[in-house]
């Protein structure tokens, strides 16, 4: 959803993030160790956003004012089933406490235990996060190398007809919600318009999600709608920033065929710098899927975010909470390097 | 996002100073993008503002069966519980506006007061303020509005906190990016010489000139300010869980669709055209600060 939609490149280091084609990133990247020593640095630093998103994650669950107990069971609850649900998310001990509690469950694979099902949150969510892993898969494999090719060729006819109507097309399709764009799909293909997909996707317990490839096309296309207009015009942005540099110039001139400059200078360049918007659009394919779950009643953590919030589940809503922003840094963690691995320039500097 | 980026690059090689601001939105209103972004919003604003005034029912009265089509007097045929689609609708986009406006609004004095002070201190302070901010980026925005309203519900203030908090940081990498180098400029040294106070600095030297960068990411918060406080309704999150609400409409009439379409359709058009204008409106204003850039650098 939009949200989360990230409007800035990365959740990385500043120096790193405008270390684009063009600007150089003075003093900061400029440490010791190799790409080894960069890569333990921002190992180090992700589990460091992540302590930090634990105790937001905390704080934003179980030390808001009011009292979850009474919040969770409403206003008939007797003052038994009171102290009974306080002393079952440990809400007597200090805040602290409370805190170390569940964080020290949280690094054992303990998630706690379902308010709602009543069983292990571990149990409730494996099969899902199946589900949901598998559907950002089949968006992601999809919408990545369809940006790319978008991008470089809009770049490539800059413009021209092919430019502009792209140029138009991702412009409407990034401002509109998912929720707008998966209904839109649900009238345009399964209840009003035609009727040859799904309007939902059951994927009943026990089956896997590849073996309903019908029920897949909708979710994954709207997650595909979603995410491709971004990716694609910052691919854009940054293939013709590097087609106009010195380099590509040069290689034109020594009489190189297009077909190579493009291939071997321009392609490598550009896409260093959409590597990190990639990676966020995947991580935030990790927020857009609650959205689009919910709409298709896809059985994934996403809906199932959403279900533990409407019954208040806080222990679900804890862990799906930490498994997303977990998601959310390794993913960029894994586009840094990638962006290292990709611009030999960067290594230099390191 | 990086279209953004370059535009705010390419715009901070040539600052010149409050004339610009004028100039990008004077250029950005000659553009077709952003007339036809205006004139849609202005649209979907007076629906929202006027439509209670001029709408048939009230919006929770029973004026029908459930879900039947559009027949005399009923325009848009009934709801899923026999309510007025066409009322509801008039009645259900005032409170998406005013809650996407403030939470951006929030949104924006927040997080042009950290990027701004993050930019000016440097250091220890310029560290710990951007790193907080990262740790609040590494949640998908709507993620941390589920989380609170899990704990405490769908109220009103709590969506506006959410929003608005979630949105700070992006603006705060925004303002810090573009007023680093404003900073490190001439009139700022001697202002400080002449020893006007840190928050005149900040907010009469230095923030006139970040102004078109955050113009353009005003709009672009906005857009997505309006879409996720319709998916939160959507999914059963709006603040009055009987009231008018677009998102909200759309998700209880879902089910419907094949009998009666007119109540998600209706919403649907309106949440659409609001964000593809305030996205038009953006894209104008980023396209009219690379243009002036570019005129520049011709001569």
Request: proline share 6%; hydrophobic share 55%; charged share 15%.
């Amino acid at each position: 959803m939009a949200t989360e939609r990230s409007g800035s490149p990365s959740t990385a280091d500043p120096a790193f993030v405008t270390a684009g084609p063009r600007s150089a990133a003075p003093g900061r990247v400029g440490r010791r160790g190799g790409i080894l020593g960069f890569i333990v640095r921002r190992l180090l630093l992700g589990l460091l956003v992540l302590f930090l998103v634990s105790i937001v994650v905390f704080a934003a669950t179980q030390a808001l004012p009011g009292d979850p107990a009474r919040a969770i069971l409403g206003r008939t609850a007797t003052p038994a089933s009171l102290a009974a649900l306080r002393e079952q998310l440990h809400l007597n001990e200090p805040v602290v406490q409370q805190y170390f509690t569940w964080i020290t469950g949280l690094l054992h694979g303990d998630l706690g235990t379902s308010l709602a099902a009543q069983v292990p949150v571990t149990t409730l969510l494996a099969g899902r996060l199946l589900n949901t892993a598998f559907l950002v898969l089949c968006a992601g494999l999809i919408s990545i190398p369809l940006s790319i090719a978008i991008g470089s060729y809009a770049a490539l006819r800059r413009d021209r007809a092919f430019d502009v109507g792209t140029s138009v097309g991702t412009l409407l399709f990034a401002a509109l919600p998912e929720f707008v764009v998966g209904v839109t799909l649900v009238v345009l293909f399964a209840t009003t318009v035609l009727h040859v997909l799904p309007a939902i996707s059951l994927i009943p317990p026990g089956t896997k999600p590849w073996t309903q490839p019908k029920e897949m096309i909708l979710p994954t296309l709207t997650l595909v709608l979603a995410v491709t207009p971004y990716v694609s015009r910052i691919m854009r942005a940054s293939m013709i920033e590097v087609l106009e540099s010195d380099y590509v110039e040069m290689a034109r001139l020594k009489g190189l065929p297009e077909r190579i400059v493009i291939r071997r200078h321009a392609l490598p360049n550009a896409l260093g710098p959409t590597f990190q918007v990639i990676a966020i659009n995947l991580a935030y394919l990790a927020g857009g899927v609650i959205v689009v779950e919910y709409i298709f009643n896809y059985a994934g953590i996403g809906g199932a975010l959403r279900d533990a919030v409407s019954t208040r589940d806080l222990p679900v809503v804890q862990a799906l909470a930490m498994l997303i922003a977990t998601l959310y840094v390794v993913l960029n963690l894994l586009a840094d390097i990638a962006t290292i691995l990709v611009t030999p320039r960067l290594r230099t500097r390191l | 996002m990086s279209v953004i980026d370059t535009t705010i690059k390419q715009e901070l090689e040539g600052f010149e100073g409050r004339r610009a601001t004028g100039t990008v939105l004077r250029d950005a209103v000659r553009l077709w993008r952003t007339r036809i972004g205006l004139v849609l919003v202005f649209l979907v604003i007076a629906i929202a503002l006027i439509g209670p005034l001029i709408a048939p029912h009230g919006p929770q009265d029973f004026v029908g069966a459930p879900n039947t089509g559009p027949s005399h007097g009923i325009l848009f045929g009934t709801d899923h519980i026999g309510q007025d689609v066409w009322s509801r609708f008039l009645y259900g986009g005032r409170e998406i506006l005013i809650l996407a406006a403030v939470s951006t609004a929030l949104g924006l004095v927040l997080g042009i007061s950290v990027g701004l002070i993050a930019a000016y201190s440097r250091g220890i302070v310029d560290d710990v303020l951007m790193r907080s901010m990262d740790v609040i980026l590494a949640f998908p925005q709507i993620m941390l509005a589920l989380v609170a309203i899990a704990t405490v519900g769908p109220k009103a203030w709590l969506i506006v906190l959410a929003v608005g908090f979630t949105t700070m940081p992006r603006v705060a990498r925004v303002t810090r990016g573009a007023a680093q180098p404003v900073i490190e400029r001439d009139f700022v040294a001697s202002a400080e010489a002449l020893g006007v106070p840190r928050y005149r600095i900040l907010l009469g030297e230095v923030m006139p000139n970040v102004l078109s960068p955050l113009m353009v990411e005003a709009s672009l918060r906005l857009t997505y300010s309006i879409g996720l406080i319709a998916a939160l309704a959507f999914l059963g999150f709006a603040p009055n869980p009987n009231g008018a609400d677009w998102g909200l409409m759309i998700q209880e009439n879902q089910i419907a669709l094949v009998v009666q379409p007119w109540g998600v359709v209706l919403p649907m058009v309106a949440v659409a055209l609001l964000t593809i204008g305030t996205g038009l409106i953006g894209d104008g204003i980023a396209r009219a600060a690379i243009g002036i850039d570019r005129a520049r650098g011709a001569t």
